[in-house]
């Protein structure tokens, strides 16, 4: 059970609700959500934490430096897509920003972000250009899953450290952040670093999938809405610092969460004979992590990618079923 904690009351109804969920994310969280402050000017906030189970000091840290969050403990690790959800639950705000801890965003630019969607006047979600804590740019907006980028992401991912730019900048799909675009245009979708919406839209469209643990799940979300017809855009004028996923780095267990959210995507969206082609690449591509995790000596990790692969069973032959959603 999840223990919800207001620490004290907000007595109108919000502009914005900032849903930030959290695992053993106590050295991020501050800087976070002092930057939602600079960057709301005059916009009244609603900012919820849904802590993960984390054993670290992030309530304490909290609640001694902003005493207006609203707190949601869950007991236990229970996924990003439900922690997300779970305040989603809890928002009052008219419009809805889904927000990493390891983030810092520009001043003025969650007003900037809302002040377009306010123009636009249309059900559509928006996210501001991203850089890394070294200004190189990051992917806010990425190509939806196609039997392309199941090669290049995972590839990607594989280069990082390098110094490789060109490639993996190319890898990543990470489209000229310079100006305003619309990643539908482009097969995209904007990710759940930093995800803004109208509250209202968010749960018409079923929030995030919970089936997803990590990963994959504000694709899921990017590809329903482009199916019904709706838009994303990124806006260049809005920026945000992305510390390069360092909130998941706590978590050995991510590329297992990674292999097995994919194969839910590729279950879900599409046609047998793609499905056939997509599980088939991810598969030797998983083998091909684990080679190299055993030629660089880590054990821990070879075990977590062997029992990635066991993630395969149920999908091979073509039967199966999705688990049903929970509440």
């Known amino acids: 059970m ?6 004290m009351g907000v007595k109108n109804l919000p502009d914005l609700s900032v849903v930030i969920v959290t695992y053993k994310s106590e050295d991020f969280i501050s800087r976070c959500i002092g930057s939602i402050y600079q960057a709301a000017q005059g916009l009244t906030l609603e900012i919820i ?5 984390s054993e670290d000091n992030i309530l304490d840290v909290v609640r001694a430096q902003f005493p207006d969050a609203i707190m949601i403990k869950n007991r236990r690790n229970e996924g990003f897509a ?13 419009y809805l920003c889904i927000l990493n801890p390891d983030t810092e965003l520009s001043p003025g630019a969650l007003r900037i972000l809302l002040d377009f969607l306010e123009k636009y006047a249309a059900d559509c979600v928006v996210g501001p250009r991203t850089v890394d804590e070294f200004g190189k740019p990051q992917p806010i907006c990425r190509s939806l899953p196609h039997i392309i980028n199941i090669i290049k992401y995972p590839i990607s991912l594989l280069l990082r450290g390098r110094r490789l730019k060109k490639p993996r900048r190319f890898l990543l799909d990470i489209w000229n952040q310079s100006e305003t675009i619309d990643p539908i245009k482009y097969n995209g979708y904007i ?4 995800l803004v919406t109208r509250l209202d839209f968010f749960k018409k469209m079923g929030g995030f999938d919970e ?6 799940e504000d694709a899921d979300f990017g590809q329903r809405i482009a199916r019904r017809g709706y838009h994303a855009f990124l806006i260049s004028e809005a920026s945000m610092t992305h510390f390069a996923g360092k909130s998941a780095y706590h978590n050995p267990l991510t590329k297992r969460y990674f292999v097995e959210a994919y194969l839910h995507y590729i279950q879900k969206h599409f046609s047998f004979s793609h499905r056939v082609v ?4 991810l598969f030797f591509i998983v083998v091909g992590w684990t080679l190299r995790t055993w030629l660089r000596g880590d054990g821990n990790q070879v075990g977590i990618l062997l029992e990635s692969l066991k993630s395969f069973n149920p999908y091979w032959p073509d039967h199966y079923v999705l688990p049903p959603k929970t509440s």
């Open 2 to 7: 999840a223990k919800r904690e207001r620490v």
């Open 49 to 53: 934490i849904v802590d993960n189970g």
């Open 82 to 94: 439900r922690g997300v959800n779970q305040g989603v639950n809890s928002a009052t705000g008219r």
């Open 191 to 194: 990710t759940g670093a930093c």
């Open 211 to 216: 089936r997803y643990f990590l990963y994959f």
């Open 278 to 281: 997509y599980k088939t690449c």
